[in-house]
């Protein structure tokens, strides 16, 4: 591993572990050269996938691209980052084993979509707004009356 700091070849592990959630390893490295101490993480790819957006463009497949779009959603809402990361190791896992090499932006977005959902509304309409592209108050209304849908059936259910 290449020190992020005076680009020396070759870093010294000092501690190996498993990171919180299990999904990756977590390693505190040294730099001989400088001195420098870095944490680098270690994670599963099952294969390399390719974004496809709505131009046709073919991108690579960015994990902190996901995770920064969702935690922007959750900002100020009560969900912990532990359960950011599992949501994002949880997509990005479906992704990988849906046994194609690309995927489209639509796939994505309508994915985090529907954890959002699941999540916290508030994140869902957030990130639904930028997604599809709101352009005015009714925009937002129609959406919202979705959610209401959406919610009524499992609060009708807690009542009975």
């Known amino acids: 591993m290449k020190c992020p700091f005076c680009g020396f070849d070759d870093t010294i592990v000092k501690d190996s572990r498993n990171s919180d959630d299990n999904t990756s390893i977590r390693r505190r490295r040294e730099c001989p050269e400088c001195g420098s101490r870095f944490t680098t993480f270690e994670r599963v790819q099952l294969r390399e996938l390719m974004v496809v957006k709505k131009n046709g463009e073919r991108t690579p497949f960015e994990r902190e691209k996901l995770y920064r779009s969702i935690e922007i959603a959750l900002r100020k809402r009560p969900v912990s980052q532990q359960r950011v990361e599992k949501v994002v190791n949880s997509l990005i896992r479906s992704f990988e084993s849906s046994g194609e090499g690309e995927i489209s932006t639509t796939a994505i977005g309508q994915a985090v979509m529907d954890c959002l959902a699941r999540l916290d509304h508030i994140a869902y309409i957030r990130f639904a707004s930028v997604y599809k592209d709101f352009k005015e108050v009714k925009d937002f209304e129609d959406f919202v009356k979705t959610i209401d849908?959406?919610?009524?059936?499992?609060?009708?259910?807690?009542?009975d």
């Open 149 to 159: 849908e959406l919610v009524k059936p499992s609060t009708e259910k807690k009542g």
